[in-house]
């Protein structure tokens, strides 16, 4: 492993840049501390150039936002047959439309918060008080917002009062054309990372998410102090076996490889509802993956070493 050439990616230009640079710097540390030689490398116009002519022996991708997670870097990682950490480009695009990903699961079987998504057009051409008043009817208040596509919770906010639902709207819709509404399920939050071995997929201890502003948003997620974290998640042995089902469940439904991270409600009555995944797990201070790693006495550098290696191995 420490002959490999192996390259980080993080940064690019989506709206969560800042928070990619932070879990790429994250994983490169951690990679180096036992004993990778990598390189970092920023997503840009000179990427295929690079890949090209410093053909690395693999990618590992620590990118959010739509290039990282919507599988367009994955789909020019494989144009240019580059072995690569994480889900493949199909997967990736399956588990970063969040409706997608719920009809997936529900019709597997799984719960999931019932949904509505529409267009900003509909809104526009229906007419915005009728549109939501239905929307109100079907799912109920309070609700939550969130756009169609995206990560790091942006856009995401949950309305209480039918006062604050044009305006929540138009806050959702800043970050996306098509807004997912879903049912508001009161609960414990939890997380549930999953990362792939000999023996497959296996999810690591859940953590709990308690923000203290009630909602577990954009700066919850990563401004230290704002949200405390249960590690592992404070549930029965029941629930703790059903959270982690279901997270490996969802990474097998939706075709996802190496490694992922499912976000989940449990309900008082027990019930664990999905709430989506994602394919590129943030590895930030504050992230949920490294938490949910310490928790079962596992390193990053251990973690991603495995997966490089199987990444490698996939390419032979």
């Known amino acids: ?136 009817e079907r799912l109920g208040l309070p609700m939550m917002l969130k756009p169609d596509q995206g990560g790091s919770a942006l856009g995401a906010q949950v309305v209480w009062d039918a006062a604050d639902l044009p305006a929540a709207m138009v806050g959702c819709l800043a970050y996306g054309e098509t807004v997912l509404a879903e049912r508001y399920v009161a609960g414990v939050e939890v997380a549930v990372a999953v990362v792939e071995g000999a023996d497959g997929p296996v999810a690591l201890p859940a ?22 974290f249960h590690r592992p998640a404070r549930l029965d042995p029941a629930a703790a076996t059903a959270v982690a089902d279901l997270a490996v469940e969802a990474h097998r439904l939706l075709g996802l490889r190496d490694v992922s991270r499912t976000d989940a409600i449990v309900a008082p009555d027990g019930t664990v509802y999905f709430l989506e995944v994602n394919s590129s797990p943030g590895l930030t201070e504050t992230s949920l993956l490294p938490m949910a790693a310490e928790v079962a006495g596992r390193s990053l550098g251990d973690i991603y070493t495995g997966l490089i290696e199987r990444a490698v191995t996939r390419s032979r």
């Open 207 to 228: 953590v709990e998410i308690s923000p203290e502003s009630g909602i577990y948003d954009y700066t919850a997620r990563y401004t230290a102090g704002l949200t405390n």
């Open 1 to 136: 492993m420490s002959d490999l050439s192996v390259v980080v990616l993080s940064g690019g230009l989506s709206h969560e840049r800042e928070v990619s640079l932070r879990s790429g710097r994250r994983l490169s540390a951690a990679l180096r501390s036992v004993g990778l030689t990598l390189d970092e490398w920023d997503v840009d116009s000179a990427l295929l150039d690079r890949l090209r002519t410093h053909r690395p022996d693999a990618v590992v991708v620590a990118l959010h936002g739509v290039e990282g997670e919507g599988g367009s870097v994955q789909t020019v990682l494989e144009m240019l047959d580059v072995p690569y950490v994480g889900s493949d480009s199909h997967a990736c695009r399956r588990a970063w439309d969040k409706p997608t990903a719920k009809t997936e699961l529900a019709r597997a079987g799984l719960a999931t918060p019932d949904w509505v998504v529409l267009p900003h057009s509909t809104f526009r051409e229906l007419g915005a008080k009728l549109v939501l008043d239905a929307m109100v």
